[in-house]
């Protein structure tokens, strides 16, 4: 059973003065709908703070970042630096049951970047959870998964862990750049060396249908 269920939403980084032009293209040309605009999510930090946009597209939504430089460069500055305006600095994909598949990713070695929050992101209340990045880098120019449930109708959100105002995550990040800290977000070492793609899913879930070829081979 799959344990993401969909795309939520893609947050891209964008350089310094595109948020405007990047949202005009994806609300006037793509269609979606701005339902959250913060000009400056840390207006108290002396050092660095960034703007965060969101659009909604009904099916998933498209987050956009640009740094505020201060006394540093933000985070989000220096990623879209390295990487090229409007480039990706993260997907995230919405979970079944949130709680279980942190469970399940820490159990195999996944490093997630703190605990979970909860936060309304412009495209509903949500409960979530950010990933290490994925390359053994600077933290500010990793890209990393974030991993989220939405309640469905009706059911309320647990307020038991902290709000994300969306300084929070920005400090774990601002946190792991400070200190150096570079590690990622699975060790590869700890996949089987015997792992099979077609043996470790059911054979409905074979990439043409059919049970494996590896199966079919086996004497009954």
Request: aromatic residues 8%; charged residues 25%; contains cysteine.
């Amino acid at each position: 059973m799959s344990k993401v269920t969909r795309v939520d939403h893609i947050a891209y980084a964008v350089a310094s003065g595109m948020i405007e032009k990047w949202a005009w293209y994806h609300i006037a040309i793509e269609g979606g709908k701005l339902t959250k605009r913060v000009d400056d999510v840390r207006p108290g930090d002396e050092d660095s703070s960034m703007k965060l946009w969101c659009i909604d597209f009904e099916s998933f939504g498209v987050v956009l970042v640009e740094g505020i430089d201060r006394k540093k460069v933000s985070q989000v500055s220096a990623f879209a630096e390295a990487h090229g305006d409007h480039s990706v600095q993260h997907i995230a994909f919405d979970t079944v049951n949130l709680e279980d598949f942190v469970t399940h990713a820490i159990s195999n070695g996944v490093n997630l970047r703190g605990q979970q929050l909860v936060s309304n992101d412009g495209f509903g209340d949500l409960k979530q959870l950010f990933g290490k990045g994925y390359a053994k880098q600077n933290a500010a120019l990793m890209s990393f998964p974030e991993y989220v449930q939405r309640p469905k109708r009706g059911e309320d959100m647990s307020t038991s862990v902290p709000q994300n105002t969306g300084k929070n995550f920005y400090q774990r990040i601002e946190d792991a750049r400070n200190t150096g800290d570079t590690s990622t977000l699975i060790d590869f070492s700890r996949m089987p060396s015997d792992w099979d793609p077609l043996k470790s899913q059911p054979a409905e879930a074979q990439p043409d249908g059919s049970p494996s070829r590896t199966a079919e081979a086996e004497p009954a």
